[in-house]
């Protein structure tokens, strides 16, 4: 199953020229998501990927994400140990970098996972003490005494934490670049 933003007559035209898939089916939302369940032919590396995770017992969490330059983001659960053994299968034609290690929760694809434990902290309080309340009553400085660090901090973190929550949140199409004083859509 693919999701896929864009032109879905265009992204059907695309799946039937592509010889790796056999068969598939389109499904479109009211904005220009396109989910296709597609029947291919997978390559070597990506068949030993998937067997590696398999025979060393690790849950693939599902959605997986492609990602600049082809590649693609992989959520795996299993024991430290687990990971540490299947490392060593990786074959050395696949690039593959480990991002972070920590506690799973089950659902817990939402974006508050994917924030580092000081930034969790950091949210957390945020909401607590009001400061995302209309009207805001309650600044960096409320925020920064209750975790007992600098309103300069608490602001660093709150920047990261929204450029990573909102870039996640509007559609990829949506987004606006801006680039040599121009903008592109």
Known sequence: MFESVGDAERGAELLAAEP?????????????????????????????????????????DMPMRYVEQGGLDIRAVGTYGTFRDAMREIPERVEFTLLRTGEYAPGGEGFF????????ETLRTAVEVGYYNDPRRVTYQDIADRLQISAGTVGEHLRKIEAKILTNVVPERQRTAVTDGSVER
């Open 113 to 120: 996972q994917q924030l580092t434990p000081r930034q969790q």
């Open 20 to 60: 790796t898939v056999h068969s598939f089916d389109v499904a479109t939302t009211d904005g220009d998501r396109m989910y296709a369940h597609c029947h291919v032919d997978v390559g070597d590396s990506v068949t030993r990927v998937f067997g590696i995770a398999e025979r060393h017992e690790l849950v693939l």
